[in-house]
């Protein structure tokens, strides 16, 4: 009986389902950020604004979407070129008492502004819209409008399906957001506070909750209240994309609209110089160090020793104030301590400063030196200025608007 011979056949290996795709840098086309707000707020992309209780934050952002869908100024004095819708989602304030009488008082273009109000069900039944599960039926919405340049969450938390303070339950959450935002070019701005008992730490690491936060956002704002003043303050804390040092001053006034309805409005300010670290100190005031309290003091001397024998040109004070080793914005501070006014003289004459019969005999105050104040060769960032390019400004005082 001959033996059978038994053959084993091997199946041929198969290709495997799932690889790793590695992908030639070569063959890979850089692309220019995009922007809303050049160099501050780049579209397709998250920004986190974070501040303390107060700051203004929601009103400041609803200020930057009526710049946007009016073709108003930013807070840098550029204008926005190109109008565009502004999707917002509160969940703290009322569209009708809060959110819409500010959009009104700020100058937006109210047909370009939609405000997520819920979600509506199979049934045709309302329920409440939850971003962290939700980007989907937006993205829809998206569609339906015509696209959205900015989408403000108020606050991003709301967007965070588990523990705010653990990574992984952040970066899935915002994970769809973040989508979202690259798939419709969208500037998505999550507004966020700050941790309390944070004031030491690096201002991208003060926003409230896990750093995942800060992680995925490609730019972080911060914004504080100088304390003992009107004036607030905008500064980029993190960028992945351009410069993460400079910032903007603004301020929160009230304003009655029609109807009889009070509300408030931002005002944009001056640009500053300076990181975010040097600018929130200053307006919060974390230093004692002599050496800016003696800056000040000096400051006020050197006025009133060049301002003692009448008016003086702006230009003249700003280049002897630099030759004596003083910044212009303790200068600035320092014109309203000893109580100088600026007056404007005929065309050729320009600006000049004196002091007023009062203000000769008024002491200086003590306070903290700012970041120096760039002024750009715009005129409008001498002056407390609208959001709206084509409104008049609101009211201000001479010594705001001096030409430098």
């Known amino acids: 009986m001959s033996e059978k011979s ?3 056949l091997v199946p041929p290996p198969m290709s495997p389902a799932w ?23 780049p579209r397709g992309m998250l920004t986190i604004l974070a501040g303390a209780g107060g700051d203004g934050k929601t ?36 569209a009708e008492h809060t959110i819409i009488p500010r959009l009104i008082a700020s100058g937006a273009d109210l047909n370009r502004v939609f405000v997520m109000q819920g979600r509506i069900n199979d049934l045709g039944e309302l329920e409440p819209f939850d971003p962290s599960r939700d980007c989907d039926l937006l993205a829809r919405e998206l569609d339906r409008i015509g696209g959205a340049g900015l989408i403000m969450i108020d606050p991003i938390v709301a967007a965070v399906s588990g523990d705010m303070h653990r990574a992984n339950d952040v970066r899935r959450s915002l994970q769809p957001l973040v989508n979202l935002a690259e798939q419709h070019g969208a500037a998505v701005v999550g507004i966020s506070h700050f941790a309390k008992g944070s004031q030491a730490s690096s201002p991208a690491d003060r926003v409230l909750g896990s750093q995942a936060f800060t992680a995925l956002a490609r730019m972080v704002l911060v914004s504080a209240k100088r304390e003992g003043e009107e004036d607030r303050v905008l500064a980029r804390a993190k960028s992945n994309i351009s410069a993460d040092d400079g910032g903007c001053t603004y301020t929160i006034r009230p304003v009655t609209i029609d109807g009889g309805i009070d509300t408030v409005v931002a005002t944009w300010g001056d640009v500053i110089d300076g990181s975010a ?13 002599e050496d800016h309290k003696t800056e000040f ?32 914005a303790t200068v600035r501070r320092a014109q309203k301590a000893v109580g100088a006014v600026a007056k404007k003289g005929g065309v050729k004459e320009g600006w000049s400063w004196q002091l007023s019969a009062e203000g000769a005999q008024r002491s200086p105050k003590v306070l903290i030196e700012s970041p120096r104040c760039s002024l750009s060769e715009r005129e409008h960032l001498g002056e407390k200025m609208s959001i709206l390019g084509n409104s008049p400004a609101p009211t201000f005082d001479e010594s705001d608007a001096e030409e430098v």
């Open 19 to 41: 690889r790793a795709n590695l992908v030639s840098a070569a063959t890979i086309k850089p692309k220019a950020a995009q922007w809303l707000w050049p160099q501050w707020l």
């Open 6 to 8: 038994v053959i084993t």
């Open 277 to 289: 670290r040097e600018i929130l100190a200053d307006a919060e005031q974390l230093t004692s160090d």
């Open 297 to 328: 003091e000096e400051a006020c001397d050197f006025l009133r020793d060049t301002l003692r024998n009448g008016p003086v040109p702006t230009q003249q004070i700003k280049a002897d104030a630099s030759g004596a080793g003083l910044s212009w």
């Open 59 to 94: 009103t400041l952002t609803l200020g930057l979407i009526a710049t946007m869908t009016s073709g108003g100024r930013w807070p840098d004095g550029s204008f926005c070129i190109e109008k565009q819708n502004a999707v917002i989602f509160s969940s703290e304030d009322s």
